[in-house]
Every structure is written in C-alpha cells, then in structure tokens.
C-alpha cells in the first residue's frame, strides 16, 4: 500500500517536473518575443522622428518660398490695381 502511495507521489513530482519545463520554455519564447517586439517599436519611434524632421524640413523651405515670394505677389498686387481688372 506504501509503495502505491509512493508510486502516485513520484508520478505528481514527475508531472510538476514537466509544467516547470513548459512553463520556463513559454517564458523564455515570450522574453525572445518581448524584445523583438520592443525593437520594433525602437526602429518605428526612430522611423517617425525622421519622417517628422523630413516633414518639418520641408514645411520650412515652403516657408521660405513663401517669404521670399510674398514681396512679388504685393507688387504684383499694386501694379494689376491700377485700374486693370484680373479675369478669374
């Protein structure tokens, strides 16, 4: 009767045993997963500070288009606004 007792109990040990090594596998896979997916993410803020600075630079040389060209367009304004009408 001892050695049935003993019998159940190693085969408990023996399955506790088993869920241990699934569990650290599982843990580990999750861990490889973790990281991978927090240099994706990484990579992706990197990605969005260039394209924002790409964007920026771009908005500033419309800027500056747009400064340099705005002293034309009101003398431009005047001159057409000596009586002359613009079609549209």
Known sequence: MDLEYLGVLEKRVQEVIEF?????????RLEQE???QKLAYQQ???ERGE???RVEHILGQLNQLQDEAAPEL????SESGSGQETSY
């Open 74 to 77: 009101i003398q431009q304004g």
């Open 44 to 46: 992706l803020q990197q």
């Open 34 to 36: 973790l990281a991978e």
């Open 51 to 53: 394209v924002r600075n």
């Open 20 to 28: 241990l090594r699934q569990t650290k596998a599982e843990k580990h």
